[in-house]
């Protein structure tokens, strides 16, 4: 059976009539399926079909599992990097980080993650255990800037390093245009209206909206990015807890000429709908997914959006966030509960 646009992945192996034996992990990577929120929509009276693209289903329980092989292969392609002689660089907030660095174990490169200190210790626990070496730097100091800072000084240390930019390769948003895009397309039967996606590097919204809108000009993109650091908006930068996203700039592959509006969330916005999630519809996603799907909300609230299929992206797991101020009042709880033992 001949593999379909926008399903690599999992489908493919499916699509054999023989064996269905991933020959490697990142044979895995791609298809996710969509989910609709009917709990939801139904309890806040939505009359839009609000739908989330799940990529906690990805091997590593993220969307940048996607850009990671993306960014990996391209550089492969173009005879840059070599299995057992490169150390793959990168800046990574963790999620984009654990995907290089499974691949990269996969494939037999060494690699680096780059992170700011203090804001994810699951991620930097789960890169360590993949065997990634963590440099942690304090972006309070100089802001994002001492992280790409940093990066240039171990470019210029270590042997052979090769640095993996998210925020700069045209990798990244092409992962998007090749599978996400495509996936989104098929599986609404060409029926989507909206799509919203926040905004880290920008490589969703920029990929997967650039497929969206060549399959259907009419197709409005909306970008969600942190209240309290609107940049894309054109405000100031400033800190936020909503992980992953608003990097304090605007992205060099962020396309902006096609995003068609920008709706800002608040970081308590952000985690009230991640924990709405889990209890009205039983989806553990992390704290941009539920940013994500505020932002469906605002959206689909208005008249003019009255049964349009609204789309975004669940981009990771809540699991990778236990240690956040997502998960912190059942956490005292169950620690106060087991204190009593």
């Known amino acids: 059976m001949e593999l379909q646009e926008g399903r690599k992945g999992i489908p493919s192996l499916l699509s054999s009539q023989g064996e269905c034996i991933a020959s490697n992990i990142t044979q895995l990577i791609g298809w996710t399926p969509l989910i609709e929120l009917k709990n939801i929509a139904d309890k806040d009276g939505i009359g839009a079909r609000l739908i989330g693209k799940i990529e906690p289903y990805q091997p590593l329980s993220s969307v940048k599992d996607r850009s990671a092989l993306r960014l990996i292969e391209d550089a492969e392609e173009k005879g840059l990097i070599t299995p057992g002689i490169t150390t793959l660089l990168g800046v990574t907030s963790g999620n984009l980080g654990i995907g290089v660095a499974f691949i990269a174990a ?3 490169y060494k690699f680096i993650a780059v992170m700011p200190a203090k804001l994810s210790l699951d991620k930097q626990i789960l890169l360590r255990y993949i065997g990634a070496e963590v440099v942690l730097v304090d972006p309070a100091q100089h802001g994002f800037k001492a992280l790409l800072d ?3 000084q171990l470019r210029t240390d270590v042997e052979n390093a090769f640095v993996l930019d998210q925020f700069t390769n045209s990798a990244n948003p092409d992962a998007h245009f090749r599978w996400t895009g495509p996936e989104i397309w098929k599986d609404t039967a060409g029926k989507v209206d909206i799509f919203i996606a926040a905004s880290g590097s920008g490589g969703t919204i ?3 909206g650039r497929y969206l809108k060549m399959k259907s000009p009419s197709i409005k993109l909306i970008c969600v990015e942190p209240a309290e650091s609107p940049v894309i908006s054109g405000g100031e930068p400033a800190f936020h807890n909503i992980l992953g996203i608003g990097p ?5 592959i962020l ?7 920008i709706v800002t969330v608040t970081t308590q916005e952000a985690m009230d709908m991640a924990r709405r999630l889990a209890r009205e519809e039983g989806l553990l996603v992390g704290i941009s997914s539920g940013a994500n799907a505020a932002a469906c909300l605002k959206v689909a ?3 003019e959006n009255k049964g349009k299929m609204i789309v975004t992206m669940f981009s990771s797991g809540a699991e990778r966030y236990l240690n956040t101020e997502l998960f912190a ?7 106060n509960v087991n204190m009593t033992f």
């Open 255 to 261: 396309d902006r000429s096609q995003i068609d509006e």
């Open 206 to 208: 920029t990929g997967a």
């Open 301 to 303: 609230s208005r008249e």
């Open 329 to 335: 009042h059942v956490r005292e709880e169950c620690v």
């Open 150 to 152: 940093t990066v240039e």
């Open 106 to 108: 996969q494939k037999g």
């Open 248 to 252: 304090g700039f605007v992205p060099e």
